[in-house]
């Protein structure tokens, strides 16, 4: 069997089989990450009954060596439990039309589970679950690197019930490096994983950040071979300077740490293995920074590919900065995007920004990927102000397609400024699709004065941290048609923005031909979207309870409504 048909026979099953038979079943899908299975269901006959309440899955195995258990809902009919345990979903059923198991452990990868969703009917004090519309699917959790490709997502959600219940102290270095640990969810582990594959082999790396003393530096300086690394250090911006001079403190030569001072910022965060006679093998980068928060409390993520071909256009762009290029030669430098390159089951193509002053290849290839989308659009990013691209995103879902956005902040109020520059009217626009619509949310927590009752008082801030610039949401990612067989992923260090197009050194991806990651993507947004979405909500809520009747559900039966669309989309139901 060839490597691209055992690819595929893998993704038909990570994406589970769903089984059930007979008219008026439960429809349901699974997107799968390392850490998670989200699962994506729709019950068109929930329209039409009164007394729907929900749903109740079941999983086998199950938790903590039970042969099958329930996932479990942190409310119920009456609010949470006040010792802040959860309660099953056969008792408090689940008013979405998805959910997640986050009860996936490091031993759980590569593992299949059964998941049985089962629609709930009755009174919050007689429950009837409708066994014979079930339905249920196997669902295989990814392993972190497959078919040449490791993925890690972080957890980075300071503000959640789990890290509040986890770390209810983090004074101490000890309590602080477990609870960076938990953030990271691996992905602290990302950098000396790699470097550890290299066996001495030489890096090379371009690194807009490095400031991690706790994983990335002491990796950094025990390595065993050379370490050749360009970095960003313009006038306003030399956070990498103390930890360059540590590394040449240990031993490293001087002359492989080259300065950037040239571009706006050198904004790129990855490292090249380079094997015998100068070969490129491997190539790690993604959207975090080498830094503490980068790795744990600011959502990222990091990809590693064992491709030699991608690893030479990483290298290429990382030997060109070494020289300290002026802005005119870095744009004159890029050739747009490059010939597609296949990695295990991906198709990817790579694009080095800045771009020239005139032109916007990179970024229009994201416009028209997305004008031409059948069903979904996913919008997660820092700070996005290139309004092409915001306009082209609000028109899809204006079109009718499934459309939901994630940015670090939504402003609390109308911006002021020149409204004809860019990033006034990206917040304009952003602020105004927020207040009609949930498509679009941004970073929010429970405050100890507003926590809703039965809820833990929830972390805004880590020890010592600026709430001026705090920054959860940090990825740059546009994802389409994540649960069709065509999906399109772009990701990389650029932030959707004048800046990182023109004036900034990055590098993007283009994913295409592999649902898998893509249905990562999916996962994983929704993780944070609902996260998020939830938080801002909660300013106006006293007490989180369960709704006694079909009354949560009007909201995804509503033509036109983004959770509709989200319904359809997700679980394949959308025409």
């Known amino acids: 069997m060839s490597t691209k048909q055992a690819a595929a026979n893998a993704i038909k099953k990570a994406k589970g089989k769903a089984t059930g038979s007979g008219n008026g079943n439960v ?11 989200l699962l994506a269901y729709d019950w ?38 006040p010792d802040h345990s ?27 589970f059964k ?44 503000s959640s019930q789990a890290f509040s219940k986890q770390f209810p102290e983090i004074t101490t270095a000890a309590q602080q490096k477990a609870a960076r640990a938990w953030l990271g969810n691996g992905m602290e582990q990302a950098v000396p994983q790699f470097l550890d594959r290299a066996a001495g082999k030489d890096i090379e790396g371009a690194i807009y950040h490095l400031t991690d003393e706790t994983w990335i530096i002491p990796a950094l300086k025990n390595y065993g071979g050379l370490i050749s690394l360009a970095y960003n250090h313009t006038s306003k911006d030399q956070a990498s300077d103390d930890a360059i001079q540590e590394l040449e403190d240990s031993g490293r030569p001087a002359d492989l740490f080259a300065a950037r001072t040239h571009a706006s910022i050198m904004h790129n965060k990855f490292l090249v293995r380079v094997g015998a006679a100068d070969h490129p093998e491997a190539v790690l980068a993604g959207s975090a920074n080498f830094t503490s928060e980068g790795l744990s409390a600011q959502a990222n993520v990091l990809h590693a590919f064992e491709s030699p071909e991608l690893a030479k256009l990483y290298l290429a762009r990382k030997r060109l900065l070494d020289g300290d290029p002026g802005l005119s030669e870095t744009q004159k430098a890029q050739k747009g995007w490059s010939d597609e390159v296949v990695v295990g089951d991906a198709t990817i193509r790579s694009f080095f920004p800045p771009e020239g002053n005139k032109t916007r290849v990179s970024i229009d290839t994201i416009i028209d990927a997305i004008k031409a989308a059948k069903h979904s659009i996913l919008l997660c990013a820092f700070d996005p102000t290139d309004m092409n691209l915001l306009n082209a995103v609000f028109d899809a879902s204006d079109e009718g397609k499934m459309m939901l956005a994630l940015v670090n902040r939504v402003p609390a109020k109308e911006p002021t400024g020149d ?37 833990m008082p929830e972390r805004v801030l880590w020890p010592g941290e600026d709430p001026k610039i705090m920054v959860r ?44 990651i893509a249905g990562m993507y999916m996962a994983e947004f929704l993780r944070l979207y609902e996260h998020y979405r939830a938080r801002v909500k909660s300013e106006d809520i006293k007490t989180f309870k369960l709704t006694p009747d079909y009354g949560w559900s009007r909201k995804y039966f509503k033509l036109g409504a983004p959770e509709t669309k989200a319904r359809m989309a997700m679980a394949g139901t959308a025409e």
């Open 115 to 158: 998941y049985r969703i089962v629609p709930v009917r009755g009174k919050p004090d007689a429950l009837n679950l409708l066994d014979a519309q079930a339905t249920a699917i196997d669902v295989q959790v990814p392993l972190t690197e497959e078919y040449g490709i490791t993925t890690h997502f972080n957890r980075a959600v300071v």
């Open 473 to 516: 949401v940090h990825h740059k990612f546009v994802v389409i048609d994540a649960e069709g067989d065509n999906p399109v992923v772009f990701t990389g260090s650029a932030n959707f923005s004048g800046n990182s197009l023109h004036h900034n050194d990055e590098n993007m991806l283009e994913i295409t031909k592999c649902p898998r």
């Open 419 to 455: 409204p004809s520059h860019g990033d006034v009217a990206a917040k304009i626009a952003i602020l105004d699709r927020a207040q009609k619509s949930d498509e679009i949310v941004g970073f929010g927590a429970f405050s100890a004065k507003d926590t809703p009752t039965d809820f």
């Open 44 to 81: 068109p006959a929930g329209d039409e009954h009164e007394d729907f309440l929900g749903f109740a899955i079941e999983r086998t195995p199950g938790f903590d060596g039970a042969a099958k258990s329930w996932l479990p809902n942190r409310i119920g009919f009456k609010g949470p439990k």
């Open 86 to 112: 959860d309660f099953p979903s056969s008792e408090a059923p689940i008013q979405k039309f998805y959910w997640w198991d986050a009860r996936i452990d490091t031993k759980d990868r590569g593992h299949s």
């Open 27 to 37: 429809v349901v899908k699974a997107y799968t990450s390392p850490t998670l299975v």
